[in-house]
């Protein structure tokens, strides 16, 4: 039974650490013109366009500044409040934050007023992509090789292009265990300490 206490506490731990953000709707596009550098990734040419990002109710997010090729001063708004626009140096981070269920995040073109919240926006030319690769009818995320759960690249309101590296922000996510997590860990961690206690008085 103790062993038990002590092996469910550990896994609730390490699975408090693996957060999930879902993606609904959106279109998987492919396009060109996506410049490395001045922005810190690979070279994108693929994502879904306007997916609405949900995270869970204990998730924690850092965002990241990447970097922008773009003549358009372009911002990045969290929970209405603005994080950084791309004119910050990269890396930029803000953050940890927390952002709802969906997200409550937006790009916006400071030049022309194209507002592009979670989910998209019809009606203006601006959007921004997940960048990432389909495998069948499964998407695939860019991470830049793990350092990222998921990476986000602005179009902006410039009818010019269609390359999503205007604003690129690469955000990493987390989960807040639940009280009753903290509770299971120190049940398993009181059990250990009372097995060593015994040992050394046998």
């Keep these: 039974m103790k062993k038990l206490i002590v092996a469910g506490a550990i896994f609730a731990a390490t699975t408090a650490a693996n957060a999930v953000v879902t993606m609904s709707g959106g ?22 366009e306007d997916t609405l990002l949900s995270g869970g109710p ?8 990447l970097g922008k090729e773009a003549a358009h001063k372009n911002e990045f708004w969290v929970n209405n ?32 007023g194209d ?7 019809p009606i203006v030319f601006a959007s921004y992509v997940v960048f990432g690769t389909m495998d069948g009818n499964v998407f695939n995320p860019y991470t830049k090789n793990g350092e990222f759960d ?19 922000v690469g955000f990493n996510v987390t989960t807040v265990p639940e009280p009753e997590t903290y509770a299971l860990m120190l049940a398993g961690l009181g059990v250990v300490g009372f097995v060593a206690r015994r040992r050394r008085t046998a």
């Design 150 to 168: 998921f990476v986000l690249g602005f179009n902006d309101g410039s009818p010019s292009d269609a390359d999503y590296d205007d604003l690129v």
């Design 115 to 121: 507002d592009v919240p979670n989910g998209g926006n």
């Design 81 to 112: 409040t603005l994080v950084f626009n791309n004119l910050a140096s990269a890396p930029t981070t803000y953050g940890p934050f927390t952002a709802g269920s969906p997200m409550v995040f937006s790009f916006k073109d400071a030049i022309d």
């Design 27 to 48: 279109t998987y596009v492919t396009f060109d013109g996506y410049d490395a550098p001045p922005v810190l990734t690979d070279v994108q040419t693929s994502g879904l």
């Design 58 to 65: 204990g998730d924690v997010f850092t965002a990241t500044f």
